[in-house]
C-alpha cells in the first residue's frame, strides 16, 4: 500500500495489508506496561522486532510483501522499514523522538552504537555513558488509525502480536541480538560484524 494512500485505505478495508501496517500494529499493540501504544526505543529493536514478525505464523506473509530482510552488518536487516518510517514521520502518524541519555552500552539501540557495544568490554562488563536514542510513538492520528486496523485482527493476531511485543520491546539489545542470531538462518548472518561476540 502507498503510504501517500494511508488514511483513504484504512477507511476503506481496515484490515492489515501491507508491512507499513504491520509496523503500525507494532507500535500500536500493548507491550510490558499493558498500555496501547507503548513506544518501541531504537531503529535496531524495531528492525529486529520486524524481522521476528517477518518469521511469525500470524504476519509473515504481510511483512515479507513489503520488507526484503537480507544480510547486513548487524544481522537480518531490511531498508524498506526506513523508507516507511521516514513516510510515517511526514504523514504525522508516527514520531521519532532524540534523546541523549546515560545508558548501558549493551542496552544502546541505535543503529550507529551497535557495533560499539562489545568494543572493549568482551566481558560485558557495564559502562555507563551518554547516547543519542530515538523513541518511536504514534500520534493521535496513529493510534486511531492503528486502531481501526487493530480491531480487525483475528484473536491468534491479536494474540501472538501482543506476545512478541511484551516479550521484545523491552528485552535488553544483547538479548534480543542474541535471540535473533540464534534463530535466523545462518545466510541472514554471513555479514555480521559482531556475530561471534553475540553468539559468544
Do not use: H
Not at 531504537?42 to 521476528?52: E, S, V
Not at 487493530?150 to 506476545?163: A, G, V, W
Request: charged residues 30%.
Amino acid at each position: 500500500m502507498e503510504t501517500n494512500q494511508t488514511n483513504q485505505k484504512k477507511q476503506e478495508s481496515w484490515v492489515p495489508e501491507s508491512a507499513l501496517d504491520v509496523l503500525m500494529l507494532l507500535l500500536y499493540a500493548k507491550g510490558q506496561s499493558g498500555e496501547n501504544g507503548e513506544p518501541i526505543e531504537g531503529i535496531t529493536r524495531l528492525d529486529k522486532i520486524m524481522y521476528l514478525l517477518s518469521q511469525s505464523n500470524e504476519f509473515s506473509k504481510i511483512v515479507n510483501k513489503g520488507y526484503n530482510f537480507q544480510a547486513d552488518n548487524f544481522g537480518p536487516f531490511a531498508p524498506e522499514l526506513f523508507d516507511d518510517i521516514q513516510a510515517l514521520k511526514q504523514e504525522g502518524i508516527i514520531v521519532g523522538a532524540s534523546e541523549r541519555k546515560t545508558t548501558n552500552k549493551i542496552e544502546t539501540v541505535d543503529e550507529e552504537s551497535v557495533e560499539k557495544i562489545f568494543e572493549d568490554e568482551t566481558d560485558m562488563k557495564v559502562s555507563w555513558k551518554k547516547y543519542c536514542v530515538e523513541t518511536y510513538k504514534l500520534t493521535d492520528l496513529g493510534m486511531r488509525i492503528a486502531s481501526q486496523i487493530y480491531n480487525n485482527l483475528t484473536d491468534s493476531q491479536k494474540t501472538e502480536l501482543i506476545t512478541i511485543k511484551k516479550r521484545f520491546g523491552q528485552m535488553s539489545l544483547k538479548n534480543l541480538l542474541y535471540f535473533v542470531y540464534s534463530t535466523a538462518p545462518s545466510n541472514m548472518l554471513e555479514k555480521s560484524k559482531i556475530r561471534k561476540q553475540v553468539l559468544g
